[in-house]
């Protein structure tokens, strides 16, 4: 059974930090490109940032020189250290693990940046 388990979610105010994690289960992880997606209230989805299984990585417009995707092989885990958070960084964030047409989600985290 694949599970993908997001954490680190919560408040903080406008300028603080997160880590968000994303602990996979029942995947090869190694081979997955994973990624961080985002829904804020009333807009689709957008990918935040990808990693891939070779280690490269993308990121939106509008997280650059902010978030930093990484992950660790070993633990099965990927994150997104996301730094000068904003109020439009508000959403729910999920993880998304794919690999050929194996395509899978978390549950997701709520991000809220409020003061």
């Known amino acids: 059974q694949v599970q993908l388990v997001e954490s680190g979610g919560g408040l903080v105010q406008p300028g603080g930090s997160l880590r968000l994690s994303c602990a996979a289960s029942?995947?090869?992880?190694?081979?997955?490109?994973m990624g961080w997606y985002r829904r804020a209230p009333g807009k689709q989805r957008e990918l935040v940032a990808i990693?891939?299984?070779?280690?490269?990585?993308n990121y939106a417009d509008s997280v650059k020189g902010r978030f930093t995707i990484s992950r660790d092989n070993a633990k099965n885990t990927v994150y997104l250290q996301m730094n000068s958070l904003k109020p439009e960084d508000t959403a729910v964030y999920y993880c998304?693990?794919?690999?050929?047409?194996?395509?899978?989600w978390g549950q997701g985290t709520q991000v809220t940046v409020s003061s």
């Open positions: 998304n693990a794919l690999w050929m047409k194996h395509n899978y």
């Open positions: 029942g995947i090869g992880f190694s081979i997955y490109d």
């Open positions: 990693i891939r299984s070779g280690g490269t990585t």
